[in-house]
T-cell receptor
Framework: DQQVKQNSPSLSVQEGRISILNCDYT??????FLWYKKYPAEGPTFLIS?????DKNEDGRFTVFLNKSAKHLSLHIVPSQPGDSAVYFC?????????????FGKGTKLTVNP | EPEVTQTPSHQVTQMGQEVILRCVPI?????FYWYRQILGQKVEFLVS????????KSEIFDDQFSVERPDGSNFTLKIRSTKLEDSAMYFC????????????FGEGSWLTVV
């Protein structure tokens, strides 16, 4: 079941630069998307979300872009900080299809080097 | 900041034994969930619970699993007869509303079945 795909298992960036994490989805019923950050042996921590009626949502250093026609979303972190080093999960839900459950991608491990 | 709390943080159990994982969702939240993550795999949805009943469950959530809200604050996941493949990190989560609402996760309960 690959409804949500994060094709890059890892990403390494320099402190102060932009981190761009990508996510693709296949299910057109998805209409709400979230990004979570996760440290080992801890629960996912909510970062930012976007509804399908928008194409951009910004919160401080974090911006999520949604391209519905391409079924693609991305998370931009600017500027990246060493404390951002973690695994980032993209998740999607499709309540209009009757489901509120989150479907997760496999995650991308971000390393921000000082 | 309100958070979802889970106990125990780690439990080791013999195959075939019953396990109960406990969660205290965020106090004004109405929707409750269990997810799990087997080591090295995706975070997977197990079950959602609203208004004292299961609203959705996955294929993983078979007859050996059950959920209960025994009082106004706790939400439990019971695994009746554990199998080796039940070894995973189990995350409880909650949200204020259903659709389009952020789901907040607890720190997880690591279950090891031996």
């Amino acid at each position: 079941d690959q409804q949500v795909k994060q094709n890059s298992p890892s990403l390494s960036v320099q402190e102060g630069r932009i981190s761009i994490l990508n996510c693709d989805y296949t299910n057109s019923m998805f209409d709400y998307f979230l990004w979570y950050k996760k440290y080992p042996a801890e629960g996912p921590t909510f970062l930012i979300s976007i509804s399908s009626i928008k194409d951009k949502n910004e919160d401080g250093r974090f911006t999520v872009f949604l391209n519905k026609s391409a079924k693609h979303l991305s998370l931009h972190i600017v500027p990246s900080q060493p404390g951002d080093s973690a695994v980032y999960f993209c998740a999607a839900s499709g309540a209009q299809g009757g489901s509120e459950k989150l479907v997760f991608g496999k995650g991308t491990k971000l390393t921000v080097n000082p | 900041e309100p958070e979802v709390t889970q106990t125990p943080s780690h439990q080791v159990t013999q195959m075939g034994q019953e396990v109960i994982l406990r969660c205290v969702p965020i106090s004004n939240h109405l929707y409750f969930y269990w997810y799990r993550q087997i080591l090295g795999q995706k975070v997977e949805f197990l079950v959602s619970f609203y208004n004292n009943e299961i609203s959705e469950k996955s294929e993983i959530f078979d007859d050996q699993f059950s959920v209960e809200r025994p009082d106004g604050s706790n939400f439990t996941l019971k695994i009746r007869s554990t199998k080796l493949e039940d070894s995973a990190m189990y995350f409880c989560a909650s949200s204020q509303q259903g659709y389009g609402n952020t789901i907040y996760f607890g720190e997880g309960s690591w279950l090891t079945v031996v």
